[in-house]
């Protein structure tokens, strides 16, 4: 089974500095990642993913995210963080060696980190 | 770019009633799938279907059951209504059934049963 951490229920942030959104996840094959936004009463945003190829992987607003196999984490990062980042933040993936012996190709998403960026 | 269409928005019912939620894809997207999430909780994945076909089920009750038309749209039909159900429900469309195709979600249906 696939599965998703996100260890931080919440992430504070000065306006201006770095943030990082933390993702480790765990899947039998090779694993597609993603990045989602919510805003309060909306829809999941997409930001970004990680298919293969190049480990950084660059997405909306500035967000990018860096696979690491080793440590099988996926931390979502911004050099530089906005008020209007402030929002919740969903890591997700799906297993491909799932996918390919037909198992469910529904996304499996973390609980989520709400982020807090402070004027 | 038009995006993914849910209706109704909200919807309140009681207990034991039936409700039906609406999803029309992104235009030539094929592939729809189903969320649900509970209040604080993240979403959890119930069905998807590929070219008018279940692809696969996850935690689906079996009070849900769900279809996707000709002309690609997707219905959830929920049935026995519990206080439980009350939740925001998610359709996403993608182009193809491949895995890594980026899923992408409406603006939700709130349900709130009685």
Same mark, same amino acid.
């Given at each position: 089974?696939? /599965? ?21 996840? /765990? ?31 660059? %997405? ?14 996926? &931390? ?24 390919? %012996? ?11 980190? &709400? ?5 | ?6 209706? @109704? ?15 029309? @894809? ?34 689906? @009750? ?44 409406? @603006?939700?249906?709130?349900? $709130?049963? $009685?």
């Amino acid at each position: 089974a696939q /599965s998703v951490a996100q260890p931080e229920d919440q992430v504070n942030v000065a306006e201006g500095n770095p943030l990082t959104v933390k993702c480790t996840y /765990s899947v039998s094959g090779n694993p597609y990642l993603f990045w989602y936004v919510q805003y309060p009463n909306r829809g999941l945003q997409f930001l970004l993913k990680y298919i293969t190829g190049d480990n950084l992987v660059k %997405g909306s607003y500035g967000f990018e995210a860096e696979f690491n196999k080793s440590q099988t984490s996926f &931390h979502l990062k911004k050099p530089s963080a906005l008020v209007s980042d402030s929002a919740l933040y969903f890591c997700a993936v799906r297993d491909l060696r799932a996918y390919s %012996g037909g198992g469910a190709d529904g996304l499996t998403f973390g609980k989520g980190t &709400h982020l807090i960026i402070q004027p | 770019a038009a995006g993914v269409i849910q209706s @109704p928005r909200h919807l309140i019912k009681e207990k034991r009633e039936t409700a039906t939620l609406k999803c029309y @894809p992104i235009p030539r997207h094929d592939t729809v799938y189903w969320y649900q999430q509970g209040p604080g909780q993240d979403p959890q994945f119930l069905i998807s279907f590929y070219e008018k076909m279940q692809s696969d089920k996850g935690s689906i @009750p079996d009070r849900f059951s769900a279809q996707q038309f000709s002309d690609y749209h997707s219905e959830l039909n929920m049935s026995s209504l519990e206080l439980g159900d009350s939740a925001l429900y998610f359709c996403a469309s993608s182009p193809r059934d491949r895995a890594g195709e980026t899923q992408y979600f409406g @603006p939700g249906t709130r349900l $709130l049963v $009685l």
